[in-house]
């Protein structure tokens, strides 16, 4: 895999589980006797997991080491309040989609490290 291709691979990782993730929440608001249908914890849900989808695309999108790095925190601190909430919710599905989404943050980071890194002989 070229190096161009593989970088972008965690941001396409945490896309994908951003988008189960708000399918699952949509499906849990909107489908009667699921536990959460209606509620604010499911709206939040579908709301943060919305957010953590763009935010992939601007975290594949960004260069800047900065904004790559604040970027990142605010991608895990978003990941790791779905995962309480869908815990609370008793929303198991989603808690996974959250897990794939911290490996997929994961691989960005190890990714554009070593894509930055000077080669040593």
């Known amino acids: 895999m070229s190096q161009s291709r593989s970088q972008g691979l965690g941001a396409i990782v945490l896309f994908a589980a951003s988008l189960v993730g708000l399918a699952v929440a949509l499906y849990a608001y909107f489908t009667p006797l699921t536990g959460v249908t209606g509620t604010l914890g499911a709206q939040v849900v579908i709301l943060v997991t919305a957010v953590l989808a763009v935010a992939a695309l601007v975290l594949a999108a960004v260069k800047n080491r900065g904004l790559r790095i604040v970027l990142r925190v ?33 691989l960005d980071m190890t990714r554009s490290n070593s894509a930055t890194r000077p080669a040593h002989s």
């Open 74 to 106: 605010l991608i895990l601190l978003a990941l790791g309040g779905t995962f309480v909430a869908s815990l609370l919710l008793h929303q198991w599905w989603i808690s996974a989609a959250m897990v794939v989404g911290l490996i997929g943050l994961i």
